[in-house]
T-cell receptor, first 111, second 114 residues
Framework: DAKTTQPNSMESNEEEPVHLPCNHSTISGTDYIHWYRQLPSQGPEYVIHGLTSNVNNRMASLAIAEDRKSSTLILHRATLRDAAVYYCTLPRSGNTGKLIFGQGTTLQVKP | GAVVSQHPSWVICKSGTSVKIECRSLDFQATTMFWYRQFPKQSLMLMATSNEGSKATYEQGVEKDKFLINHASLTLSTLTVTSAHPEDSSFYIC??????????FGSGTRLTVV
């Protein structure tokens, strides 16, 4: 399985941008990079996903390195509601459709 | 967007009894669903893959006789924890692929075995 590595925790101030990094050096050429976030006692919530190009949606932006060995989730203006565990995930190899989670980054947002 | 509904949100059961957790795709058909378990302060661990009309496939180390999975229709998968014990207490989450939106997850079920 391709493995993801993220910092255990990060802090941000409210209203400021947040850049959450993820390393996935063993990613295969066809793997999409998925980002989810999870609040306590809730299921993960979809944030964004992409393959090669940078991606934007109403929640965030995803910047993917040219070699695809790393990516960065960008929250443009953090709010208190963005405090959560953010997971950078990859599907298991072999086109099984199984999404494998790493340890994630706990984001704290300070008012 | 695609929605997966999971019930119950929480359940407390006595040791030795069985508990059933339901996962429904509300506005799309899911031929495959995934079941995860999450212990406090840990990440999600994939337990099994539920396939409509066929047997589930289990991850290494997961007891298939303890965690019975049934995927009877294109919108419903169930996980039954049989003869539950305190060590089975955990947060169980289901998921399904939902087209462009990638994977969508249920809200989870907190199981406490006393």
């Amino acid at each position: 399985d391709a493995k993801t590595t993220q910092p255990n925790s990060m802090e941000s101030n409210e209203e400021e941008p947040v850049h959450l990094p993820c390393n996935h050096s063993t990613i295969s050429g066809t793997d999409y990079i998925h980002w989810y976030r999870q609040l306590p006692s809730q299921g993960p919530e979809y944030v964004i996903h992409g393959l090669t190009s940078n991606v934007n949606n109403r929640m965030a932006s995803l910047a993917i390195a040219e070699d695809r060995k790393s990516s960065t989730l960008i929250l443009h203006r953090a709010t208190l509601r963005d405090a959560a565990v953010y997971y950078c995930t990859l599907p298991r190899s072999g086109n099984t459709g199984k999404l494998i989670f790493g340890q994630g980054t706990t984001l704290q947002v300070k008012p | 967007g695609a929605v997966v509904s999971q019930h119950p949100s929480w359940v407390i059961c006595k040791s030795g009894t069985s508990v059933k957790i339901e996962c429904r795709s509300l506005d799309f058909q899911a031929t495959t669903m995934f079941w995860y378990r999450q212990f406090p302060k840990q990440s999600l661990m994939l337990m099994a893959t539920s396939n409509e009309g066929s047997k589930a496939t289990y991850e290494q180390g997961v007891e298939k006789d303890k965690f019975l999975i049934n995927h009877a229709s294109l919108t419903l998968s169930t996980l039954t924890v049989t003869s539950a014990h305190p060590e089975d207490s955990s947060f169980y989450i289901c998921s399904a692929r939902a087209g462009f939106y990638g994977y969508t997850f249920g809200s989870g079920t907190r199981l406490t075995v006393v």
